[in-house]
């Protein structure tokens, strides 16, 4: 039933999430990815043709912003999990930061003149910004979705949800963003990439804000349980099965990072043809939109676990076999992106999804919850590995001696198809040998949700 139960005076927890919840909290990761996917898919090409930022310093930008998250993460989880207001510890952040976050995605594509050494300067300020606000929105909205119910698998389903509006932005930001920004630039790069800024981040700030309408929190810390930054710290590294996500949740947004980067200089200088980038995006887009509903009946029929396993060494291959095709053989290129999205998509929501069991095996063992801690690894992880996939993109374009816009030569083309291929793959493909130590279960999440649940009728 949609509506909470009362058990001797304490809401169950435990019950169905209404569709209008599961709509609202979705349409928050479309909000998120209308700017997210701008930097993902385009900023380090947007630096170096359009800014004029080479691709080493572009990729270092990105690296010290990295930097730079390992210390603003686990603060904004501390404050998040001390948060208390009306609308509860991570609601209020989406109302606050959604302007910000918006702002600033128009400032970080923006071209001012400032010279050489004023364009980096500018373009590592407004980079580092972003990704603040990024954390201070994306940490209680990811959060969010841990303390709506504490059901494991209607929390999968919140998620398959969330990531099929994540992949509805990803499908509308990858799919449109060169022609919006050649409709608004009439021919001026610069202009077209701020003015296609412009209209995501109004469309991403009212889209925050119907999350923020629609959803509420009903999972609590126990009410005796008293501020203490040391002991949610030592139970965090104490817990085995969150330090394994931790680590899989930065390789593979290393992966994805190298990979999303990488693909408008795939297009633009092996292909040949810049705009088919976006074709390419949409048909893999709409294999992950596609592949995503089969995570919550697959994990339930196999685990969690191992559907994380088969997607990452499956998808994986599928990935490094994108090398062979020559540059005229798209139908090839094409059928084996289709592959490796369908088989990836799976696994999308169920890091999320695991992350949230691993709030609650803590609060299990200890009889403590820090669930914006806890989540403070995903957001962590996620931009560690954009930032690190990020770097290693510039670096190993420079590597191969990369000049924009111009006819590159054998040695950078090929390391521009290692870089949406085999070096993704191979990384995509280790997940496996992390997760095969990650032992929370179905048997396992049972008897936390059971046993929890007891403990908050028994306050």
């Known amino acids: 039933m949609n509506e909470l139960i009362k058990n001797k005076g304490v809401n169950s927890i435990t019950s169905k999430l209404s569709l209008k919840e599961k709509l609202g909290y979705g349409v928050g990761d479309t909000a998120s990815h209308f700017v997210w996917d701008m930097v993902g898919f385009w900023i380090l090409i947007f630096y170096t043709d359009t800014f004029g930022i080479s691709a080493a310093v ?28 009306r609308w509860g510890k991570f609601r209020p952040y ?44 994306n940490l209680p909205y990811s959060s969010l979705g841990a303390v709506m119910t504490s059901d494991s698998y209607e929390r999968a389903g919140l998620n398959s949800y969330r990531f099929i509006f994540a992949f509805v932005g990803q499908f ?6 060169l022609s919006l920004a050649l409709y608004f630039g009439g021919g001026d790069n610069a202009k077209g990439y701020q003015y296609t800024l412009v209209l995501f981040s109004i469309v991403s700030f009212i889209l925050f804000m119907i999350t923020f309408k629609t959803t509420k929190e009903r999972v609590h810390p126990p009410k005796e349980q008293k501020q203490n930054l040391k002991e949610d710290l030592r139970n965090l590294f104490k817990n ?29 200088y092996y292909i040949g043809d810049e705009e088919s980038v976006q074709l390419f995006n949409i048909i893999g887009t709409i294999a992950l939109i596609a592949g995503i509903p089969l995570s919550k009946p697959l994990s339930k029929k196999f685990g969690k676990r191992n559907v994380y396993v088969a997607s990452s060494l499956i998808s994986g291959m599928f990935f490094i076999l994108l090398y062979l095709p020559g540059s005229n053989n798209t139908i090839s ?48 992880a996620q931009k560690a590995g954009w930032g690190i996939g990020g770097a290693l993109a510039g670096w190993l ?29 191979i990384l995509y493909m280790s997940c496996a040998v992390l997760l095969y130590f990650y032992a929370i279960d179905h048997k396992t999440c049972l008897v936390m949700q059971k046993e929890l649940e007891e403990r908050k009728i028994g306050q």
């Open 172 to 177: 509308i930001v990858t799919g449109t963003a």
């Open 240 to 268: 085995r099965p969150w330090v394994i996500l931790f680590f899989v949740g930065i390789i593979s947004f290393i992966m994805f990072a190298m990979q999303n980067l990488s693909i408008a200089y795939y297009f633009k």
């Open 94 to 137: 989406i109302l606050w930061m959604a302007l910000p976050y918006s702002v600033l995605a128009v400032l970080t594509f923006s071209t001012p003149d400032l010279g050489p050494t004023g364009k980096i300067l500018y373009a590592g300020i407004t980079y580092l910004l972003l990704m603040t606000v990024f954390t201070a929105i």
């Open 58 to 85: 572009a990729g270092t930008i990105m690296l010290v912003a990295r930097i730079w998250d390992m210390i603003s993460d686990p603060i904004m989880g501390i404050i998040a999990d001390r948060t208390k207001t």
């Open 397 to 425: 374009l420079a590597l191969y001696n990369f000049t924009p816009n111009i006819e590159q030569t054998i040695s950078a083309l090929t390391g521009i198809k290692l870089m949406i291929s085999v070096f993704p793959g």
């Open 333 to 380: 290129i094409y059928i084996l992106n289709i592959l490796a999205k369908l088989t990836y998509a799976p696994a999308v929501p169920l890091l999320w999804t695991m992350l949230a069991d691993t709030a609650d095996y803590s609060e299990w063992k200890s009889g403590r919850r820090a669930t914006g801690l806890v989540f403070s690894a995903a957001t962590f």
